[in-house]
């Protein structure tokens, strides 16, 4: 907590650390009012480093010191100090052993960072800098160390103790205490510690490793939910060999754990060989899981996985690389999912996100380069930018190279880099060194934020059979960054000829045509002209296939275009990203004039797109699912909410009512996914049928919301008992509330399943939602103290209800004011996130402007701001 202004940290500022820690022993005396921790640390100077003032400064913060050694020597008084931030030891040896003792408090840590209790288990995060709060260190990612952890508790109340590494001494303690010994023999940074201390069981597997090395796999849960892992351990499995396949990536410890815990303010955390988990991305079975939640899973536990390699053995200089691991990781999970299940449809997906939540924040306050060049608190830059936009400019460098380059490119990174902690500058040098390529043009997509804009003009001339793109970029300014250099960009494209098939490219000076298909563009200066020869016809070109980079492109294409490119383009991605072009120029319309005709083609389009048996039915559920009210903003100068939530309705409508036929005719040849099963068509399935019961319920069909009730009692998958669910609550009357009652009687006793009962009450567009929602904070499950509580309500309620959280009396912004405050003693990075919803309030008109802008400014001025809350505060008014 601050009262001064805090001060922001530089990338420019970077020095090697003064003194290295080589091995690191711990012991643990654990228990949740009060543990010990003492740690002996054999430091020494760093010869790569410029000698300082000699003294010591080591990280540690709410500590409370209790003895402390050189060389086995207590210091005096006199020999050191300790302060807000940690300890500073006056004139050490070149060469030393360090002894401390400290006490710590894990049932008072609120934040969830350092060792804190979640229900009746003990468990760790230290990513970014929590080990600072449990002993004294050089808590940063470039001091990479050895670790002997000793872990001493009550065998009855914790029966399973787990560390990093391998097990090495398991033996029994007077009082009825036992002690359990974890090594670690990689080295590495402090924010991949971990501990887990608890009354849990294990799912137990065993993975073979390509090289014949057996490796147990354990999955750690409380006792009821053992039968919730199956989904978790297959995925796992799944990973581990796809990464030997695809990577050349073998896993190397004994041993690797997951443990599930019900308080976690992130997704998980791929601490060595210990992989925490929010409970949300371990527990599924099909009557509590959704095929989203499935989903999720399997790639969380992929991600998680894979940093193994990218992240723990190759680790981040310092956090400002975060994006060396995320990225990269991110891009690795991607891949993983593509193979494993839909390309097409996973695809979309990633797209769908970075779209939702990436271009946003970079059009926004908070926008930031893949490598930002300061921060003030780290634990805000785990955002979309240095995740999905890291992703794709991996993506970019992968598709630049071909796949047999990137895997040299990659097998060189892991080669060369193996045990070190190094940055983004690092990764692309080998992308360059295995493939002779220069990237230096190329890492401007890690230096500079924002979305580049692109524009395309078409000239066709009929006598000489010349087609030419003329391409710009702009980027626009962002804070701190008022002129931008021109991108390396890739743009993938295609022509179509009037019979919709591929035809050959032959770009100006090429000597002969290449195969129809898809030919990839370089655009390296502001503005530049591609002329493709031989074209008898103006063709329709197909732009930026399959997302080549994460830019916006301002089309120009008529509808009919879209509609062509809709129904005949080879690239899925691209068909489906015509339909919400145009299903987004019709929506726009409808904001203008709620009463503007539909044109007759696009519902002869969905009919027919609806009505095709070949297609693949994941991918017409993507293609006929509209874009969000969300995303319609974004696309306005100055956000209507009310026009688009009723743009929204009148087209669902429409559509419900003008292809009931169609629409019910599919629903019903869908129907009936029993028994379950998480595989691509059956998924595929479910999402059509669903979005089918969906137009035909917003068109208030009789016979949809009878069948909506009818699901509702007779499924047994949670993805469709949500899907019916949703409709009646939205629809409101008794049948809503019924439903909800009997929702909840049923699964009380599953805090996963009750937060979907939270979020399908916050996302409703009914008007009395914040009334319930401000109810159900109130309610016995409800709680401030669990991140998965309040995501599941006021995090759904503020980000995933455009039409309630913006209403124009400025209540949804008092609300979330009021929770930021109330959140952020209590746990700061939570607080900030929830903040972030308000922070584009320029976006809005000038009433709600001026009322999103008091409520920021009275966050701004509250007594013991964190660093947090702050620093998304005054960058929001900034
Ligand atoms: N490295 C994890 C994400 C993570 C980051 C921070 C955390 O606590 C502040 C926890 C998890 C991942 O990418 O999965
Ligand atoms: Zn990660």
Known sequence: MYRDTPHAIHL????????????????????PERTTVEAKLALRRNPAATRGDGDLRLHGEQLDLERIAVNGHPLTPSEYEVHQEGLTLHRVPDQFGLETRVRIHPSLNTALEGLYQSGEMLCTQCEAE?????????????????YSTTLVADKRRFPVLLSNGNPVESRDLDGGRHLMRWEDPFPKPSYLFALIAGDLKAVEDSFSTASGREVALKIYVEPHNLDKCDHAMRSLKKAMRWDEERFGR?????????????????GAMENKGLNVFNDKFVLARPDTATDVDFDGIESV?????????????????????LSLKEGFTVYRDQEFSADVGSRGVKRIGDVRLLRAHQLPEDEGPLAHPVRPDSYIEINNFYTATVYQKGAEVVRMQ?????????????????????????????????????????LEQFRLWYQQAGTPELSVQEAFDADSGRYSLSVRQHTPPTP????KEPFHIPIAVGLLGQDG?????????????????????????SEQSFTFVGLEAKPVPSLLRGFPAPVKLKTEASDDDLLFLMAHDSDGFNRWDAAQTLMQRLLLALVDDAEAELPERFFAAFEQALMDAQSDKALLAEVLTPPSEGYLGDQMAVVDVDGIHRAHSV????????LRDALLEVYRANDGSEPYAFMPDDVGRRALKNLALGYLAKAGDAEALAAAQAQFEAARNMTDVMAALRLLVDHGGEAGTRALDHFYGRWSGEPLVVDKWLSVQATSPREDTLERVIALMGHADFSLRNPNRVRSLIGAFCNANQVRFHASDGRGYRFLADRVLELNPLNPQIAARLLKAMVRWRRFDAGRQALMRAEIARILDAEALSADVYEVASKALG
């Open 12 to 31: 420019k500022d970077y020095r090697p650390p003064e003194f290295l820690i080589d091995a690191v022993d711990l012991r643990f005396d654990l228990d």
């Open 130 to 146: 929590g080990f600072r709060r449990i002993t004294y260190f050089l808590d940063r990612p470039d001091v990479m160390a050895t």
């Open 250 to 266: 073998e896993y190397d410890l004994d041993i690797f754990m997951i443990v599930a815990v019900s308080h976690f303010n992130m």
């Open 301 to 321: 536990i992929a991600h998680e996985y894979f940093h193994n390699w990218t992240g723990n053995r190759i680790t981040c200089r310092d956090w400002f690389q």
């Open 398 to 438: 992968a598709n630049l190279l071909g796949p047999e380059l990137f895997r040299k490119a990659t097998d060189l990174y892991f080669e060369r880099h193996d045990g070190q902690a190094v940055t983004t500058d690092d990764f692309v040098r080998c992308m360059e060194d295995a493939s002779g390529r220069d």
């Open 480 to 483: 701190g960054q008022p002129l």
């Open 501 to 525: 098939e591929d035809l050959p490219l032959q770009l100006e000076g090429d000597t002969t045509p290449s195969a129809p298909g898809t030919r990839v563009l370089e655009l390296t200066n």
């Open 651 to 658: 087209l669902g409508r429409r559509v419900g009512e003008r």
